[in-house]
């Protein structure tokens, strides 16, 4: 039997953080591991044009992305690890797929309608108001993404999952006029995938602005966690771990055993302060190695580049001879051999 392709892009548009780490990137990089599986993890800068117009930004997260990924030990002899860019084949696929879009399926995107929505709150704003053909179509393009390659399973988080919803749509009308080309893929939305919280207590995220990256020189990381928001509860009085910030992040980090013990010294009542330092240390133990490793390959981006090439040329030697038959089965084609 075939392997079950696994396949996950990260948008370049951040610095990438400890909410990505936890629930993304480390387990996306503990299945590279895993030999049952084919994954294709890649840097979806294509999409970051969508939401970003500061070339240096996505150039400078592009980077980051990558050296990310390469220092937390992603197996690149079973993974194939691109950037989306480097493979054309991917906006071609997008153009064809697009012509067999519902328009009005691309209307009920929740990106797009909240966009809408935010513009008529304001009254006598356009509707349109600032919306790119790139926001609208954002959907194809992400069902090129995993089309293009067969995906089986796509782990992603919640707010993806109508994307992959709309990707079976787009696969299945596809296969029904040109024939059963593509395979069908299903979202996987880890439950247990931890939802870290930000300095402000809300979800960490770029857009709340709330984020600790995960490669922070290790004096501005120990300053970030001092940062983390918590109540005004003095030392020795029972606090309760669930919704506490820094309990989530504790958690996301720890065995169960370690989970139980400090939900006891919780009830003991752990000072603030302490309940941070046990946290930065818990978290340093684990990231510091592959901080130094990340560092040596920011110096070092040749070698990142040579990396993503390699990942493109294995990327291409399946997706070329794939758009061949796509092109054949549309109609397009060279009229002699
Ligand atoms: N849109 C996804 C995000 O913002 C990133 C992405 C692009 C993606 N293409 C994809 C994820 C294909 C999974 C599969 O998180």
């Not at 370049?12 to 599986?37: C, D, E, F, M, V």
């Not at 988080?157 to 299903?186: C, L, S, V, W």
């Amino acid at each position: 039997m075939s392997k079950e392709i696994v396949l996950t892009g990260i948008t370049t548009t951040g610095t990438p953080h400890l909410g990505n780490y936890a629930g993304a990137i480390r387990p996306a990089i503990q299945a590279s591991k895993n030999g049952n599986a084919s994954p294709f993890y890649f840097l979806a800068d294509y999409h970051a044009l969508i939401k970003c117009q500061e070339p240096e930004r996505v150039r400078q997260s592009s980077l980051e992305i990558a050296a990310t990924w390469l220092a937390l030990g992603l197996d690149t002899s079973n993974a194939v690890f691109y950037r989306q860019s480097d493979i054309p084949e991917i906006p071609e696929l997008c153009w064809m797929l697009s012509c067999v879009t519902a328009k009005g399926l691309m209307n009920r995107a929740h990106a797009y309608k909240a966009s809408v929505a935010d513009n008529e709150q304001e009254a006598g704003n356009d509707p349109d108001k600032g919306i790119t053909m790139g926001l609208f179509g954002y959907p194809v393009l992400m069902a090129a993404d995993m089309l293009m390659f067969n995906a089986n399973k796509v782990p992603v988080g919640k707010d993806q999952i109508q994307h992959i919803e709309m990707a079976r749509d787009i696969a299945t009308r596809f296969n029904h006029i040109y024939g059963e080309h593509f395979a069908i893929p299903e979202a996987v939305v880890d439950d247990n995938a931890a939802t870290i919280l930000g300095l402000d207590g809300r979800k960490m995220s770029k857009s709340y602005n709330n984020t600790i990256p995960l490669f922070e020189t290790e004096k501005k990381f120990k300053k970030l966690i001092n940062k983390i928001k918590t109540n005004s509860l003095e030392p020795g009085e029972p606090k309760d771990p669930d919704g506490c910030t820094l309990y989530g992040l504790y958690k996301a980090f720890s065995s169960e055993p370690e989970v139980a013990a400090i939900r006891q010294r919780y009830a003991e009542g752990i000072a603030w302060g302490e309940m941070k330092k046990v946290l930065f240390e818990k978290i340093d133990n684990e990231i510091a190695p592959a901080r130094d490793r990340y560092h040596a390959l920011l110096e070092a981006p040749e070698h990142i580049e040579e990396q993503l090439q390699e990942g493109a040329e294995k990327a291409r030697a399946i997706c070329t001879p794939f758009m061949q038959e796509i092109r054949q089965s549309v109609g397009i084609s060279r009229i002699t051999k």
